[in-house]
């Protein structure tokens, strides 16, 4: 089992940036890929961005492309979020999630999922 909580979010102006982090605690976080993932209201969640157990393979969806950026500190068991250039189309509840294989965070079939914490971003 891996335990994952989420920490960072926040209302921001548009233009503004934010760093999400997602403390992991139970199994060895290093054993795992992650990811983050959103969800607006009235919308479906989607994926946001992935990062491979070692650190050094990342994916962006095309919206975030450019502006986000996704790290892990596998010593501190964490995993981040670095969101630049915050518009208001970003507001939703971000998600952190695990899982042993990396084309599960990919697909959004993952075994573990934080509890969510809400990013605003006003115009």
């Known amino acids: 089992q891996v335990q994952l909580a989420e920490s960072g979010g926040g209302l921001v102006q548009a233009g503004a940036s934010l760093r999400l982090s997602c403390a992991a605690s139970?199994?060895?976080?290093?054993?795992?890929?992650s990811g983050w993932f959103r969800q607006a209201p009235g919308k479906e969640r989607e994926v946001v961005a992935g990062?491979?157990?070692?650190?050094?393979?990342?994916y962006y969806s095309n919206s975030v492309k450019g502006r986000f950026t996704i790290s892990r500190d596998n010593a501190k068991n964490t995993m981040y979020l670095q969101m630049n250039s915050l518009k208001p189309e970003d507001t939703a509840v971000y998600y952190c999630?695990?899982?042993?294989?990396?084309?599960?965070?990919?697909?959004?079939?993952?075994?573990?999922w934080g509890q969510g914490t809400q990013v605003t971003v006003s115009s």
């Open positions: 139970g199994r060895t976080f290093g054993d795992y890929a």
């Open positions: 999630a695990a899982d042993r294989l990396f084309s599960r965070i990919k697909d959004g079939s993952v075994g573990y």
């Open positions: 990062i491979d157990w070692t650190g050094d393979i990342s």
